[in-house]
């Protein structure tokens, strides 16, 4: 039930992008900020937010629970820096590999400054190494 929320207003913006585009297509594809467009058989996925691409996976939806239940989304948004990196940021950055969750779970945990900037993330030494775990791999799976 909670996460239908943010998943209306995603499809309400997705909805009003649509329609505000109506009027020239043309024009708003060509002006793409992207220089480097892929595939064209991946073009209608670009409008998908992140959210909606990956709502189903069960990855997702044990992380997410248990990102609520902490502090993070204080200083993280899925597809905008704040305090801290978006998520998006740092899927992009790391390859989905054993070695990197727990680096990045462990960095979770006990903290750390300097990989995105010179403010530092707080330690959450309540945190168990399973959530933080769990945390990290919705994080990683958040690759556009
Ligand atoms: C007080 C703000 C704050 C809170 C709360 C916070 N973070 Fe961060 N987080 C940051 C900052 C700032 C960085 C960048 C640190 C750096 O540059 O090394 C960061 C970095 C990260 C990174 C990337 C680390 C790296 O080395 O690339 C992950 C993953 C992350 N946070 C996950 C989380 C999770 C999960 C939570 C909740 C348990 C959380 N953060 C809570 C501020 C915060």
């Not at 002006?31 to 709502?55: G, R």
């Amino acid at each position: 039930m909670k996460i239908t929320k943010p998943i209306n207003f995603a499809l309400v913006a997705l909805a009003g992008f649509t329609f505000a585009c109506g009027g020239g297509e043309k024009t708003s594809e060509s002006t793409s900020s992207s220089p480097s467009v892929a595939a064209p058989a991946a073009a209608p996925e670009q409008n998908i937010s992140l959210e909606e691409k990956y709502k189903d996976d069960p990855i997702y939806i044990k992380g997410l629970a248990k990102l609520k239940t902490s502090d993070c989304t204080s200083c993280h948004m899925v597809e905008r820096k704040i305090v801290g990196p978006s998520y998006a940021d740092v899927a992009a950055k790391y390859e989905t590999t054993d070695e990197n969750i727990a680096m990045l779970a462990d960095k979770v945990i006990n903290g750390g400054v300097g990989v995105w900037g010179e403010i530092p993330m707080p330690p959450h030494v309540g945190l168990s190494e399973e959530d933080a775990t769990d945390m990290v791999k919705y994080v990683l799976l958040l690759k556009k």
